[in-house]
T-cell receptor
């Protein structure tokens, strides 16, 4: 069945470091792919999305490219800030009924 | 997009009691979802709530424990019944926001409420 696999956390980086959080998926067809972010004490926010192969989603300096050949949607940011400390979830919709499958989440700590 | 609010934002409850969580959306939406997020974990879907029909529960969740109401297209409630400490979690509602008129939609997005942090003692 459809599934999402994220790299395990926590990930700890210094401010201005380069960030990659890996995400791979298994799906029937070519679904949209999402990254959600959960800041401390808050609900989830949609960070970015890509709707088809080779699309690049971007927002707040974060980017992710929909790679059909490697079934991946890795999240990247060139220079992280302390305010990026949060939990990041990769997700994809299940085609048949609009439910969304979430990865386990990756907790990111950015040190000043 | 949609703006979603939840009440209460947090609560501390005694075991054996029940708590009803409200979810209000600023737009009419067809599909609403209720999730549980246990400490340090990802989200687990409890049920899908569509207006005018019974909620559809995921495996491991039952209506007697988590009754849901969906009286209109902008509002839903989730009740956590006969609570135990294992029910301590964040409960989140979400809505499906579609960019087209297809069902299932081609580009569905889910928007989430801020969550209700429940502690059962």
């Amino acid at each position: 069945g459809d599934s999402v696999t994220q790299m395990e956390g926590p990930v700890t980086l210094s401010e201005e470091a380069f960030l990659t959080i890996n995400c791979t998926y298994t799906a029937t067809g070519y679904p949209s792919l999402f990254w959600y972010v959960q800041y401390p004490g808050e609900g989830l926010q949609l960070l970015l999305k890509a709707t088809k192969a080779d699309d690049k989603g971007s927002n707040k300096g974060f980017e992710a490219t929909y790679r059909k050949e490697t079934t991946s949607f890795h999240l990247e940011k060139g220079s992280v800030q302390v305010s990026d400390s949060a939990v990041y979830f990769c997700a994809l919709p299940m085609n048949r009924d609009d439910k969304i499958i979430f990865g386990k989440g990756t907790r990111l700590h950015i040190l000043p | 997009s949609a703006v979603i609010s939840q009440k209460p934002s947090r609560d501390i409850c005694q075991r054996g009691t029940s708590l009803t969580i409200q979810c209000q959306v600023d737009s009419q939406v067809t599909m609403m979802f209720w999730y549980r997020q246990q400490p340090g974990q990802s989200l687990t879907l409890i049920a899908t709530a569509n207006q005018g029909s019974e909620a559809t529960y995921e495996s491991g969740f039952v209506i007697d424990k988590f009754p849901i109401s969906r009286p209109n297209l902008t509002f839903s409630t989730l009740t956590v019944s006969n609570m135990s400490p294992e029910d301590s979690s964040i409960y989140l509602c979400s809505v499906l926001w579609t960019s087209g008129n297809h069902f299932p939609s081609q580009n569905p997005e889910q928007y989430f409420g801020p969550g209700t942090r429940l502690t059962v003692t």
